[in-house]
């Protein structure tokens, strides 16, 4: 029997232990219910937690006895990992996080495109930001004008707005 | 009988009306997109139209959801032929055949027998939620929460430990949509469960970031690590024409196929794999001789035919304990119940009583869009081709745009945004290592109903746990969960024991 690849098989299995874990402790401190009731807010969530903490020993006894993934196709024929496109597309979203706060939708998400084109490998940066500006933009008009969705206008929205000659939300 | 036919000219003498044609045409149009796109599928722009339940009433709303739901199935099918990548689990088979025809030049007949087995497959399915849908609820009408909470049992059952790879990965995934469930405050009691006293968790985590995190983060995030700059082919469609032949050939897969497709997906067993692989083996089968040798080689039309029309009845037949039951069975449909609920109707066998309109004129919608769509996939299949051509960069760039406006539009909080990537990692590591992504949204959305309905038999009962176990429906239903569970297992091991 072939030990490789159980390591990482150990590493899910024992996530989805702390998991359990994390999810018992967060049971036992759900405040006793002043509220006569046949069944208390704790009973499911005990078993939910303890469920997951006994199929996280599951997959941890199954990892141990070599493990799940290395037998699956897509595993062993997949390409090495890609560190430049995971570190580039991980940029984005955070690029988007700490940006969407203070500079609103459009900026944020067109950051984020681009560095998402980049990871996808677009090399033609000048051209992926057009498009991502014209994409957000178009994006939120969409979702607040014609879903109803509330999302605050920021700087970019401000400026279109103030350019359509209406008020800036 | 006379219920359905009653109910059926209702139905289409409100979806026939301007605006309701025009939520199923945008539906339709939508839904092929998406479906033809690799990387999206129904669930995700379902959960990333949500807000709309805010400003368009019930009917136009599901009649759009409907829509985009079928349209991806069709669209599905254009991208496993012609790109040799299924968008969705229940087009792997049809990518068998479908590619290799393609490879030889028949992308053509091969598109044209895929729309027009959806066609076919669709038409029988909804007829059967037609007829069918009103004896279930008729059955339903008698269950009480105790019976309710074995179906659901049931279900959890199913969606997680009967389908994919392995029943405790299945579970896993099943357990941890129902602790995402779990967060925020209980309804009955008051009390706030799982929140890590994180304040903006009190209100629960939302289904639509969850289902965003899973099927867009998760999944552009698995892309990104396995990437490599090799673009996949696209193929030509050439002329969509069908000859006689395969015609003749085709005929005999679309019916079988339909009929074996729709009963999988009516019971809990759900899902769309199943079917779509029974269909295969069937053709090949069933094959006359001088053709068996195309399977597996230049394509054989049966092995398109078969496969896509189990494919479309048995994603017809999830709309019935959908509808009837308010058990969804498929990622989509659960993202479709948490519609219902932000309408404040609750799906289930009240639903064909209390909104009889609105579930009648659904079902005539649908076979509305049927034809809408084998008339979109035809002649337009040229249309969907080019949409394959996006480039792979701007393509999940554009995804991510709008999974961040889906998430961040629910209350403009960086903390849902944080809740998203974190969520869309373990999405990642999910992929990665096989753990199926429906049965977290599944249980997201039908454990809470499971608890309350458990909270309600064991009221009734008074507090007796035996419940569950002396009513005698009740009963059986857990015993076909329990068989549905072990049964499997029990028979590898007296097989190879």
Redesign the interface.
């Known amino acids: 029997m072939t030990r490789r690849g159980a390591g ?2 150990l590493a ?1 299995g024992g996530f ?1 232990l702390l ?1 359990g874990a994390l ?1 018992l402790w ?2 036992s401190v ?2 006793a ?3 006569y ?5 704790k009973a ?2 005990y078993v ?2 303890a ?2 903490f006994a ?2 020993a ?2 941890m006894a ?1 990892a141990l006895r070599g493990g ?2 290395h037998a ?1 196709d ?2 062993r024929e ?2 090495p ?2 560190w430049r ?2 570190g ?3 940029a ?2 955070a690029a ?2 700490v940006l ?2 203070p500079l609103g ?1 459009s900026i ?2 067109s950051a ?3 560095l ?7 090399r033609r940066l000048l051209r ?1 930001l057009v ?2 500006l014209v ?2 933009l178009l ?2 008009f969409l ?1 607040v004008e ?7 206008a920021g700087i970019l929205e401000g400026l279109v707005l103030r350019a359509l000659g209406q008020e800036v939300i | 009988m006379m219920d359905s036919i009653a109910g059926l000219q209702l139905g289409f003498a409100n979806a026939l009306t301007l605006g309701n044609l025009g939520w199923a045409l945008l539906g339709c149009f939508l839904g092929t997109a998406i479906g033809v796109l690799p990387g999206i599928g129904p669930a995700l722009t379902i959960a990333l ?1 949500l ?2 339940t ?2 368009v009433e019930a009917t136009g709303a599901f009649i759009l959801f409907c829509g985009v739901f079928y349209g991806a199935m069709y669209g599905g099918s254009t991208t496993s032929i012609l790109l040799n990548t299924p968008g969705e689990s229940g087009s792997i088979i049809t990518a068998l055949e479908g590619a290799k025809m393609a490879r030889n030049g028949r992308a053509g007949p091969a598109l044209a027998t895929a729309a027009i087995g959806s066609f076919i497959a669709g038409t029988i399915g909804t007829l059967g939620i037609s007829f069918l849908g009103p004896v279930v609820v008729d059955l339903a009408l008698r269950l009480g929460p105790a019976e309710y909470f074995s179906l659901m049992v049931l279900c959890f059952v199913t969606v997680s430990a009967v389908l994919g ?2 029943a ?2 299945g ?2 995934s099943l ?2 949509g ?2 995402l469930g ?1 967060v925020g405050i ?1 309804l ?9 006293g994180v304040p903006e968790l009190l209100d629960g985590v939302n289904v639509v970031l969850v289902a965003v995190a899973l099927f867009a ?1 998760g999944e ?2 698995y ?7 090799e673009a996949p082919q696209v193929r030509q469609v050439g002329s969509i024409m069908m000859s006689r032949e395969d015609w003749r050939r085709s005929i005999g897969p679309w019916f079988r196929g339909s009929l074996l497709g729709f009963p999988f997906g009516v019971m809990p067993a759900g899902g769309t794999e199943m079917p779509t692989m029974l269909s295969y083996y069937a053709e090949r089968k069933l094959v006359k001789p001088e053709h068996a040798k195309e399977f597996g080689t230049t394509g054989a039309i049966e092995g398109v035919a078969g496969p896509e029309a189990a494919n479309n009845a048995a994603a017809a037949g999830i709309l019935v304990p959908m509808l009837t039951l308010g058990l969804p069975t498929s990622a989509t449909a659960a993202i479709m119940l948490s519609a219902f609920q932000s309408y404040g109707i609750n799906p289930g066998p009240l639903l064909f009583e209390q909104q009889g309109v609105l579930v009648w004129t659904l079902i005539a919608s649908l076979y509305i869009a049927n034809i809408m769509l084998v008339v979109l996939n035809l002649p337009l299949v040229g249309l969907w081709a080019r949409i394959l051509k996006v ?4 393509l ?3 995804i ?3 999974a ?3 998430t ?2 629910i209350s ?1 909080s ?1 903390t849902d ?2 809740l998203l ?1 974190v969520i ?1 990692i373990i999405g990642m ?1 999910m992929r ?3 753990f199926p992504t429906a049965p977290v949204v599944i249980g997201m959305i039908l ?1 809470p109903m499971a ?1 309350q309905a ?2 309600q038999a ?2 009734i009962s ?2 007796d746990w035996t419940t569950f176990a002396t009513r005698p429906v009740s009963l059986v239903i857990l015993l076909l969960a329990a068989t549905a569970l072990v049964g499997p297992r029990l028979y590898r091991a007296i097989r190879s024991g």
């Not at chain 1, 009731?37 to 807010?41: D, F, L, R």
């Not at chain 2, 008051?190 to 890590?196: N, V």
């Not at chain 2, 480039?391 to 701007?394: E, L, V």
Request: without cysteine; glycine residues 12%.
């Open positions: 990482p098989d899910v989805v998991l999810a967060q049971t759900i405040p219910s002043p509220i009731a046949q069944v208390g807010p499911v969530p939910v937690s469920g997951l199929l996280g599951g997959l199954t799940w993934s699956l897509e595993v997949a390409p990992t890609n496109s995971l580039l597309l991980l984005g979203l988007n996080l969407i706060g939708f944020a998400a984020q495109f681009v998402v084109a980049a990871a996808f490998g677009s992926d498009l991502a994409l957000t994006v939120w979702f014609l879903l109803g969705v509330n999302i605050g | 139209l807000p709309i805010f400003k790879g392995s405790l990965r579970l896993t357990f941890f129902l602790l779990l209980d009955q009691t008051g009390q706030p469960r799982m929140t890590l983060v552009t995030l892309m990104a690590w396995r990437h490599t700059n480039p792979q960069p701007q999940y760039a554009g991510l745009v709008f961040t406006i889906g961040y539009g403009n960086v945004l944080v990537y869309g590591f990665r290592f096989d454990g608890e458990m909270r064991l009221t008074e507090g």
